[in-house]
């Protein structure tokens, strides 16, 4: 059975690189759309940021993914290939329309569709499923609502300055806004990957509580950050101009905004999705001008996509699991 574990981790860190691929909008879409720094010196950045950001927050959201969606006592490497399955399905699929979802939920309701359909509705803890509908809720609302007001803070004291030196001077502190981002995306996002393979290590015995080795969080870490380095630039184009037009003061408050909000929960172990925190912010930094300059068509294009995650890629799996039944 060590083989097939050991094929559940490298599905576990291909779904990890691909998230980061799929995710890299998330980390440079603003500082890119601004001008500030060009696509590679952005992913650049992006990438040895979510390296480090696992390794600053904890792991308090790998131990949800870990244990508060499914119970580990119901737990098989099928049903895990099964969720992981579903995941990367859905993220290659969205990565092809270049919709921004997101890719924690798709590993969510992977996680659902497969326990389900390995174990039985029983398996599925429903009660930790209500951290992840307060992070569907708290990161785009929060960061939409706190980018909007960090911009408008920053037009009010800077009123009578020259355009032209705001734009310098954020276009620098842009720098320090999207790496923060990217820190708390690693810390975030990486923790999935975490969470997962550290279930793989208990189900099949090589440790006996629930907990990350150092190892593993090295291994996440890797993968994400390599994954972000090679970037989806289909989802880069939606992020950085189709939602909105965005100036170096607008793309600070959008990259602090949505990094406190993954911050705040990755803290409190709520898996909550980068990229519904950024299109959020992005959303609020952009309607601080007037409401006309974000164009809400895409934005409502981005909200269905969100909706449909968890469903779409539980179906994934689900189906997935079945197909496995038949063969194993």
């Known amino acids: 059975m060590y083989e097939l574990a050991i094929v559940a981790i490298i599905a576990a860190l291909f779904f990890d690189f691909i998230n980061g691929f799929h995710d890299a909008a998330n980390s440079i879409a603003t500082v890119v759309g601004t001008r500030v720094l060009k696509p590679l010196q952005a992913v650049t950045l992006a990438a040895i940021a979510n390296f480090i950001g696992p390794f600053l927050f904890g792991v308090a959201v790998a131990t949800t993914i870990g244990k508060g969606i499914i119970n580990p006592d119901f737990v098989t490497i099928h049903i895990i290939i099964g969720a992981l399955s579903g995941a990367i399905a859905w993220n290659l699929i969205t990565w092809y329309w270049g919709f921004p979802s ?11 569709g497969a326990g389900i359909a390995g174990a039985g509705t029983h398996a599925i803890i429903f009660g930790g499923l209500e951290k992840v509908v307060t992070g569907i809720i708290i990161s785009p609302v929060i960061g939409l609502v706190g980018a909007f007001l960090l911009a408008t803070i920053i037009i009010t004291i800077f009123a009578n300055k020259k355009p032209g030196k705001v734009n310098s001077a954020f276009g620098k502190l842009q720098l320090v ?38 190892y593993v969080i090295l291994m996440a870490a890797l993968a994400i950050s390599l994954g972000t380095f090679f970037g989806g630039w289909r989802i880069v184009k939606t992020m950085a101009v189709k939602i909105t037009q965005l100036k170096p003061y607008q793309g600070f408050a959008a990259e602090t905004g949505g990094a406190t909000i993954l911050a705040v929960l990755a803290h409190a172990g709520i898996p909550a999705s980068t990229t519904h925190a950024i299109s ?32 779409a890629s539980a179906g994934v799996s689900y189906l997935t699991m079945l197909l496995l039944k038949l063969f194993v």
């Open 177 to 214: 806004s999207s790496t923060y981002f990217s820190l708390t995306h690693g810390a975030n996002d990486g923790q999935k990957t975490m969470g997962i393979i550290a279930l793989i290590l208990l189900t099949e015995g090589i440790i006996t509580k629930f907990d990350v080795p150092f």
């Open 102 to 112: 997101s890719s924690s939920h798709a590993l969510i309701g992977g996680i659902i």
């Open 280 to 311: 959020g912010a992005i959303m609020g930094a952009g309607a601080v001008r007037r409401m006309s300059a974000v164009r809400w068509g895409i934005g409502k294009r981005i909200v269905w996509a969100w909706i449909i995650t968890i469903p």
